[in-house]
């Protein structure tokens, strides 16, 4: 059974920082890919950058850039988030997902080109 396992979530400060990771356990497979979405309070599960690891494309929500930056290890199945200046806005629950197939990079914006999902790990920005 193939299984996303996020961690680094926690309670921060505004204008702190955060690094997320996910890691892929049970069997091994390959991914073209993977990202991280969030769910704020409320809210829909929305985008917030991927990276396929052809060429290393890596791709951001607008809300994001310049803050956040994804990294990751394809043969390890691994992705990082790193997220500075972080903004009691960005308090979410963040997924990590991966992609098994191939798709263009505007693809990777969209939930339904991810295969495999994490449980989420909790973000909480104070003011």
């Known amino acids: 059974q193939i299984q996303l396992v996020e961690s680094g979530g926690g309670l921060v400060q505004a204008g702190g920082s955060l690094r997320l990771s996910c890691a892929a356990s049970g069997r091994t497979f390959s991914t073209y890919g993977m990202g991280w979405f969030r769910r704020a309070p409320g809210r829909e599960r929305e985008f917030v950058a991927a990276?396929?690891?052809?060429?290393?494309?890596?791709y951001y929500a607008d809300s994001v850039k310049g803050r956040f930056t994804i990294s990751g290890d394809n043969a390890k199945v691994t992705v990082f988030l790193q997220m500075n200046s972080l903004e009691p806005e960005d308090t979410a629950v963040y997924f990590c997902?991966?992609?098994?197939?191939?798709?263009?990079?505007?693809?990777?914006?969209?939930?339904?080109?991810?295969?495999?999902w994490g449980q989420g790990t909790q973000v909480t920005v104070s003011s």
């Open positions: 990276i396929r690891w052809s060429g290393g494309d890596t």
């Open positions: 997902a991966a992609v098994r197939r191939y798709y263009s990079g505007r693809y990777y914006y969209v939930e339904r080109t991810y295969d495999y």
